[in-house]
C-alpha cells in the first residue's frame, strides 16, 4: 500500500510491539519494507492510541487528526479462515481516501468509534509497564505477578495478555496463547473488534 499511493502523500509506519530490536529485526529484514518500521518495547504506541490486538491500523491526516480510530486490517487474506476479516475491503476504503475519492470518516463519527481507555485499562498499563520496568532489571518472580494482575485487569487486551507471554517464557505462539483465546472467544468475545460493518 506504501509503494502504491506514496505518490499521493501517504506514508505507512508499521510498528513491531516486540520485547526489542532482536524479537522484530529478521520479519522486518525479510520483508525489506521501503516505509518506516518502528520497534515499540515499551508499547507506548498501544498506549497513546488504546490498541489492545494486532494488528490494528489508525488513519492519521495530514494535520495529525485521527480520522480513521482503531481497526483490524490485514495486508492479505492468508489468514481468513481463521479470523474472518477481508484484506480487500479495507484497503479499497483507504486507496479511495488517500486518492481523494472519498472521505473519512466525519470528525464526530471518528470521535464516537474511538475506545477510549477506562480507569481499569489504565491501570492495567501501569502494571505492565512496571512488569516490563521489574523484568529489565531481573526481577522475575515481581515482574510477573504484575504482567499476570495487568491480564486480570484487562483482559479483552491481547497487547498485554499475549505481549508479557514471551516476558515469562511463554510461548506466544503456542498452546498457552491458543488456549487462552479460545477460553476468551468461549466466553462470548470476540478476539477481534474491527469497526462497524456500515464504516468498513
Known amino acids: 500500500m506504501h509503494e502504491e499511493l506514496r505518490g499521493h502523500g501517504f506514508t505507512v509506519i508499521s510498528v513491531a510491539e ?23 518495547p515499551l508499547h507506548t504506541v498501544a498506549d497513546l492510541y488504546n490498541m489492545v490486538n494486532v494488528p490494528t491500523v489508525v488513519w492519521i491526516d495530514e494535520r ?23 484484506a480487500e475491503k479495507h484497503k479499497a476504503a483507504l486507496r479511495a481516501w488517500v486518492r481523494g475519492e472519498a472521505q473519512a470518516l466525519p470528525p464526530q463519527r471518528a470521535r464516537d468509534l474511538t475506545r477510549p481507555p477506562t480507569e481499569q485499562d489504565q491501570l492495567a498499563r501501569a502494571e505492565f509497564g512496571l512488569g516490563f520496568w521489574l523484568h529489565a532489571r531481573g526481577y522475575e518472580e515481581a515482574a510477573g505477578r504484575h504482567l499476570v494482575r495487568a491480564g486480570e485487569l484487562a483482559p479483552h487486551d491481547f497487547t498485554i495478555r499475549r505481549g508479557s ?36
Open 18 to 40: 516486540d520485547r526489542g530490536a532482536d524479537d522484530a529485526r529478521p520479519w522486518i529484514e525479510a520483508a525489506k519494507p521501503t516505509h518506516p518500521s518502528l520497534i515499540d
Open 64 to 86: 495529525g487528526r485521527i480520522v480513521r480510530p482503531n481497526d483490524v486490517a490485514f495486508g492479505s487474506d492468508m489468514f481468513k479462515a481463521i479470523h474472518g476479516i477481508e
Open 165 to 200: 507471554m514471551p516476558i515469562r517464557g511463554i510461548n506466544s505462539m503456542g498452546p498457552e496463547f491458543f488456549k487462552m483465546a479460545q477460553e476468551w472467544a468461549a466466553q462470548g468475545h470476540p478476539y477481534y473488534l474491527p469497526l462497524p460493518e456500515e464504516e468498513a
